[in-house]
């Protein structure tokens, strides 16, 4: 059975810290193809005739470590299908989860005026204190565009919450986006997780243990 992981010098090193990170936003507005753009970033681009839509069925996740300040951190990222009927089912992911990737797309309107909703919905599920991202999808496609860049930084501004237009076809932002929701995450001061996975090998059940 593989031992706990060594550093450098050979001392054991601590678990990953395990972050939650949920998707969400009205259906087709490219939630899937971000977190494919940002966890398997040598997959055909989105937008593209490789990448025909396919709706989210149910949920789905993603993990990704990264490295923040020296240390191993786990992302879990939960993509959640937009569509209305699987709603209650979406939002039921939404408990327990520390950051919130809002995603809508720039050529439609009706997932820019939804964003109100699923605010509220998120706020409610996982607390007001949850950091929370906003993203205006596919800015690639500027001549389609309904919805002002200005629109999407007001809204943003006015809940206090960081904004970025993006694209998955053309990979624009999207690392950035994680790399600071993941940032704020870990600098609040509120509990994180070690992934104890990994230590506890011959264990069926995950535990967790706080970090700070
Ligand atoms: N041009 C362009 N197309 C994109 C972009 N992101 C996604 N798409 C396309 O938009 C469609 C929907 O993308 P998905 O990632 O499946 O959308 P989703 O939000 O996960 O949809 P649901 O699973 O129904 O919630 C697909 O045809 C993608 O190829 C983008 O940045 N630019």
Not at 56 to 63: C, E, R
Not at 195 to 210: A, G, M, Q
């Amino acid at each position: 059975m593989a031992g706990p992981r060594k550093g450098p010098g050979g001392a054991e090193e601590p678990p990953p810290l395990l972050v939650k990170i949920v998707m969400a936003g009205e259906s087709c507005v490219g939630k899937t193809s971000i977190v494919r753009r940002y966890t398997e970033p040598d997959s055909p681009p989105a937008g593209t005739p490789a990448t025909s839509y396919l709706a989210t069925i149910g949920i789905d996740f993603k993990v990704k470590l990264v490295m923040f300040n020296d240390t191993r951190v786990k992302l879990q990222i939960w993509d959640t299908a937009g569509q209305e009927r699987f709603h209650t089912l979406s939002t039921s992911y939404f408990r327990g989860a520390q950051g919130f990737v809002l995603v809508y797309d720039i050529t439609n309107l009706k997932s820019f005026q939804s964003i109100t909703m699923w605010m509220q919905d998120i706020y409610e599920k996982a607390g007001d204190e949850v950091d929370v991202i906003l993203l205006g999808n596919k800015c690639d496609k500027e001549s389609e565009r309904v919805v002002p860049k200005q629109k999407g930084e007001k809204i943003a501004w006015e809940y206090g919450i960081p904004f970025f237009e993006t694209s998955a076809k053309d990979n624009v932002n999207i690392e950035h986006a994680f790399s600071l929701l993941t940032k704020e995450i870990l600098e609040k001061k509120s509990c994180v997780l070690y992934d104890l996975d990994v230590v506890t090998l011959n264990e069926s059940k995950k535990r967790t243990c706080c970090a700070f």
